[in-house]
């Protein structure tokens, strides 16, 4: 590209997305409106609306907690549709640096700062009720529940947007693109209580500039799993 230095190393050759070029051949505006489409049909099926239709129809979760849609539009549907221009790059710590081990630190330590806030905001405690007195067998199943739920839709969550709509965006619009990440991140959970649209958004920020950065989704995976780890064990527990 021009004004862009030449590698030298082909391991460095070798780790530049051809995804930011060629991602989801129908284009970003299409990328975006598939988002949106999914998150609207989940939001409407989540929350059983009666809206023309019955989308409870899509509310496609199993006894054990599993939800089936967003494993398949958040995970398995764009897959399917990227796998031939995947950049592996992103999904391994090839990439990472020393000081991205204490960046993940500090949001393990931000989610348990902000998870500790449920006892004392009543919307918080309202949407996320304790277990703690509950028997064990029921805290156990519980818990178990709560762990294959979020095992269906985290890894689709920053698939979709970690990875597909920023290397989508980024492409299109290098400079502000990536603002849409937090945007429809922040939208999708304005269904919640407000400290917690305003905590993923901020989340949302720190998250989609790393991995832009180091063109890669672990980071914000992992530590997107640990707070919903700790989120779980403090329901059961506290």
Not at 95 to 110: C, E, N, Y
Not at 113 to 130: C, K, N, Q
Not at 148 to 161: A, N
Not at 164 to 191: C, D, M, N
Request: glycine share 6%; proline share 6%.
């Amino acid at each position: 590209m021009p004004g862009e230095p030449a590698a030298t190393d082909p391991a460095e050759k070798e780790a530049r997305p051809a995804t930011s070029q060629r991602l989801w051949t129908i284009g970003p505006a299409l990328v975006l409106a598939y988002i949106v489409l999914v998150h609207t049909v989940d939001t409407l099926a989540t929350h059983r609306i009666q809206f023309g239709i019955d989308w409870s129809v899509f509310r496609w979760r199993t006894a054990i907690g599993f939800d089936l849609l967003k494993f398949l539009g958040w995970l398995i549907i764009p897959l399917i549709l990227i796998h031939r221009h995947l950049d592996r790059g992103y999904f391994t710590f090839q990439r990472w640096k020393t000081l991205d081990f204490g960046i993940l630190a500090g949001l393990m330590a931000a989610g348990v700062a902000a998870i500790s806030l449920i006892g004392f905001v009543p919307t918080l405690r309202e949407t996320y009720p304790s277990l703690g007195a509950a028997p064990l067998s029921l805290k156990l199943t519980e818990g178990l529940r709560l762990l294959i739920w979020t095992c269906s839709w985290l890894p689709g969550w920053e698939f979709l947007h970690r990875y597909v709509l920023v290397t989508s965006v980024q492409a299109k619009w290098p400079r502000f693109g990536w603002l849409l990440v937090p945007l429809i991140e922040g939208a999708y959970h304005v269904q919640k209580p407000w400290p917690e649209t305003l905590g993923m958004v901020l989340f949302s920020v720190v998250a989609t500039r790393w991995t832009m950065t180091r063109r890669n989704v672990l980071l914000p995976f992992l530590a997107h799993l640990i707070i919903e780890l700790e989120l779980i064990l403090f329901l059961i527990v506290l």
